[in-house]
């Protein structure tokens, strides 16, 4: 069981065992691994947060239901917006601009077609991934893909520092084979940035992070180190789960779960049916946030400096002039 290799992994010294040690017949063995509780991590992160992702209209006619980025979770440092998103055609987030973050689209459902102002255009599907570093400036339209069904996903804001906020912008993008799965003992987890349970993504995360989407079995439990100084939380999709600590109550879909720091995570899903929730986690920028929208600077000058340059097609937004989405 990965909980066994966690523990001697984080054993700092094993006992040597010498020749005059009694050992206990493997039976006592067995009944001591067993009521063994000694936890995986000697830090383990515990929930210090449970919010629900509150349902709100965005864009045009779109329905989001915001975890990170509403009043009771203003931001989670470098986390700034994560949006549970649920769009069919006409609905949509049609032309809007970004400046200062990051924009991780993973979809769960359906497809979402993009269109950007210097001619980048594609679809995503589900378990495809669009990480988009807009930097000094996208402006991009969003919207449903094909025939009419409702298109689901989720939408990670990551702020960038102040040194990366004007830098150009960047795409990648990830089919559903290009990202790498591990599985064992019920667990499977997609790697879609960092690196879990022996694999990594090839996802350049310009403020480093992690992001994992993780579906466990019933009775399946997880062990999940993460960088200790990192602020991280986790967003369940589907299913119950038991988060942080064995005696804690079981959270269910549509929270997000904010965690204390700590060296790693484990779960349990205790229940019947499959659990299915991200886990982002972040190194923290500590600088000034000034948001308004989808700007996002240090100071309220560059935000006017930012509202400026939009209107007046400048510093990043020249393609502004004579675009519009098809
Ligand atoms: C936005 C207007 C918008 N959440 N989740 C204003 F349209 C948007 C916006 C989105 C968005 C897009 C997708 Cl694909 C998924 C989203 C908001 O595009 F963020 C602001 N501020
Ligand atoms: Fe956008």
New binding site residues.
């Given amino acids: 069981m990965r909980a066994i290799k966690h523990k001697l992994l984080f054993n700092p010294k094993p006992a040597t065992i010498r020749a005059n040690d009694i050992r206990a017949p493997a039976f006592i063995r067995n009944i001591m691994s067993e009521s063994d509780q000694a936890p995986a991590f000697n830090r383990p992160r515990l929930v210090t947060k449970k919010v629900p992702a509150k349902l709100q209209h965005?864009?045009d006619g779109a329905v989001?239901r915001r975890g990170i980025g509403r009043s009771e979770l203003k931001s989670l440092d470098p986390f700034l917006m994560l949006?549970d998103?649920s769009v069919a055609p006409p609905a949509g987030?049609p032309d809007?601009p970004h400046r200062g973050f990051e924009t991780v689209?993973y979809m769960l459902q359906g497809g979402?077609t993009h269109q950007d102002f210097a001619g980048h255009k594609g679809t995503i599907r589900p378990g495809d991934v669009q990480w988009m570093t807009a930097g000094r400036g996208i402006i991009h339209s969003?919207m449903p893909a094909g025939d009419g069904t409702t298109s689901k996903g989720l939408?990670l804001w990551i702020n960038l520092s102040s040194k990366d906020k004007m830098i150009e912008p960047r795409y990648q993008e990830l089919l559903k084979e290009d990202i790498k799965r591990a599985e064992s003992d019920g667990v499977e987890v997609r790697v879609i940035a960092g690196e879990s349970m022996g694999v990594r993504s090839p996802v350049f995360t310009r403020t480093p992070a992690m992001y994992l989407d993780f579906t466990l079995k019933p009775r399946a439990q997880l062990h999940q180190n993460i960088p200790e100084a990192w602020n991280s939380f986790v967003y369940v999709i589907e299913g119950e789960g038991v988060f942080g600590s064995p005696n804690s109550s079981s959270a269910a879909a549509h929270h997000v779960l904010v965690l204390s720091p700590g060296d790693g995570l484990s779960v349990w899903n205790r229940s019947s049916k499959t659990l299915r929730f991200v886990l982002a986690a972040g190194q923290p920028i500590n600088e000034p946030v000034v948001q308004y929208?989808?700007f996002v600077m240090n100071t309220q000058a560059e935000i006017d400096r930012t509202i400026e340059d939009y209107q007046h097609c400048r510093n990043g937004f020249e393609m502004a002039k004579n675009w519009r989405s098809q």
Wanted: glycine letters at 16%.
């Fill in positions: 965005e864009g989001v949006d998103f987030f809007h689209t979402m969003e939408q929208g989808p």
